[in-house]
């Protein structure tokens, strides 16, 4: 009994460490990969947002509009509206669309309504202050009508039981002519998610 | 043996002398070749024809309201003097909007400053041209000339009697004439094309010529053109200067846009037969935009606001004349500004990723 003792006591003591080591311990990270699937929760998240922009971009370029144009459309982008009742950042998708439409190399972007302060800054710098020599300024007066705008919208219908959560997502996006006013393509992508306990 | 092989032979022969015979008959030289497409500058380029190019003619028409008051001096020797004691003007009133009847009730009313004339004060010897005049006629019809009085009533041997006519109306002027500098542009793109160009003579508006200052005929005839095969000839439609100031969507700023319009209607004629070989109005438009220009004092360049227009009058000329095939198209489709579509982006190929279920 005298000897199981000190036993006893090296066990404790060697726990207590463990236990101070783990504590002293920093979070684990490490790196994943960005298109995974994320099936962490069912809210909004970052599948939903690759599988929403690859869908638009691609429907998009199949249109005629684009596809049949002999150059490359001139777009801007205006708003997607959120209706669901999460927060959700629709400028990362429609800038996520616009990247991807970019690299195709089939349509030429305008800035749009909330980059123009930057755009107009910058004008108002090269025109008007004098500084810049004249052959190399970017003249006021120059700047590219977009022939289209794309504007859409994200809604959702969520329904939620006791062990049950269901949300279905629906994103509408359309290509509307300036000039005419014409809705020349529209596309839409559904999510369904639903979570069980 | 010998008649089975001449049978195919001859058969043959026949067959194809029906085809030729069916067949178009084929064009010869000097026979004229369809060309419907082909430019009618394209000619002029291979014949080396002319174009002479005109400043662009204008007429500016305006209107004044005009007041006079007039005496009229009658004398007991037959002698009528009339001399015009005030006049009144009431200039940039446009005809449109004016009635004749408001501006008399206008002047009336004493909105001008004219001095009325009570006829019963009237002296001759108070005017020196009227009693130079006076004095002359007399002179002329043998009567010995009194001398000049001091005395405020009228000399015994002359009895006067005058009158005050008041005359009001609108009266309209119109200035003819050519404006320099916006025929430049479209020369100098005839000659970068290849065309000949020749100067034509500045025409200068006659007294009383009217709208016959537009007579471009008659300046063919008169040989003003040079020898011009063709006669390009301008008149201004309108011209107008505008200034507004826009709030620009999406920024704090705003946009003062000071711009020079005008219309120009061209006719292509030919100077051997007047006939008209291309017509079509044509716009030029300058424009300089000041962001968050009112209030800093801004003042625009009208020579930059003329140049612009002269260039963008030339660029749209161009594409009328390659609308009515006078020109190729390449001169008025200049390839700045076209939206190419480029090749995709050498990327990641996991950059476009399919989701399926």
């Known amino acids: ?197 | 043996m010998r008649i089975t092989n001449i049978r195919p032979i001859f058969s043959i022969g026949l067959s194809a002398l029906i085809l030729l015979g069916c067949s178009s008959p084929p064009l010869r030289s000097g026979q004229a070749v369809p060309s419907a497409q082909k430019p009618i500058a394209e000619t002029i380029k291979e014949e080396q024809k002319s174009i002479a190019v005109t400043n662009i003619f204008y007429k500016k028409e305006g209107a004044n309201v005009k007041y006079v008051e007039e005496i009229s001096n009658k004398y007991d020797s037959n002698a009528s003097i009339s001399g015009t004691a005030s006049n009144a003007e009431k200039p940039g009133a446009d005809s449109k909007n004016s009635d004749s009847k408001d501006i008399f009730s206008d002047i009336q009313t004493s909105a001008f400053p004219i001095k009325f004339t009570n006829i019963s004060d009237f002296k001759p010897s108070d005017h020196p041209s009227i009693q130079k005049e006076l004095e002359a006629r007399l002179a002329a019809d043998g009567i010995p000339v009194p001398p000049p009085s001091q005395n405020s009533s009228p000399v015994g041997s002359v009895n006067a009697s005058s009158q005050l006519i008041k005359k009001a109306g609108i009266e309209k002027q119109a200035e003819y004439g050519q404006l320099r500098s916006f025929s430049a542009a479209i020369r100098g793109l005839l000659i970068k094309s290849g065309y000949k160009v020749v100067m034509a003579n500045t025409a200068v508006p006659a007294a009383n010529q009217g709208d016959d200052f537009f007579q471009v005929v008659e300046r063919i005839k008169a040989g003003e053109f040079n020898g011009a095969d063709y006669v390009m000839f301008g008149v201004l439609g309108e011209m107008s200067f505008t200034d507004n100031v826009e709030d620009i969507p999406g920024t704090k700023s705003t946009s003062q846009q000071i711009g020079l319009d005008l219309i120009v209607d061209f006719s292509l004629i030919d100077t051997k037969t007047y006939q008209v070989i291309v017509s079509f109005l044509a716009e030029g438009n300058g424009k300089e935009v000041r962001i968050d220009g009112r209030g800093n004092g801004f003042k625009p360049s009208m020579a930059k606001l003329m140049k612009q227009a002269s260039v963008t009058l030339a660029e749209d000329v161009a594409k009328h004349l390659a609308d009515q095939n006078f020109v190729t198209s390449t001169i008025a489709e200049p390839e700045i500004g076209r939206n190419y579509k480029r090749k995709p982006y050498d990327d990641d190929s996991t950059t476009l990723k399919i989701y399926t279920k």
């Open chain 1, 1 to 197: 009994m005298n000897s199981s003792y000190p036993n006893k006591l090296i066990y404790i003591f060697s726990g207590l460490a463990l236990l101070a080591l783990a504590a002293c311990s920093g979070p684990q990270v490490r790196y994943g990969d960005a298109k995974a699937v994320e099936t962490i929760t069912v809210d909004y998240g970052s599948t939903d947002l690759q599988s929403i922009a690859e869908a638009m971009a691609r429907s998009l370029l199949q249109t005629k509009v684009i596809s049949g144009s002999k150059d490359a459309p001139t777009v801007t982008v205006a708003d997607v509206k959120n209706k669901t009742s999460e927060y959700i950042d629709t400028r990362v998708i429609t800038d996520k669309i616009r990247t991807q439409l970019l690299k195709s190399g089939q349509v030429r972007f305008a800035v749009n309504i909330n980059e123009m302060q930057n755009q107009v800054d910058e004008l108002k710098r090269q025109n008007q202050s004098g500084l810049y020599k004249n052959s190399t300024v970017s003249k006021t007066g120059n700047m590219q009508g977009a022939k289209y705008r794309i504007e859409g919208s994200i809604s959702s219908i969520v329904k939620q039981t006791k062990d049950v959560k269901d949300v279905y997502y629906v994103f509408n996006l359309n290509l509307i002519n300036n000039e005419s006013g014409l809705l020349e393509w529209a596309d839409e992508k559904e999510i369904r998610k639903f979570a069980t306990r």
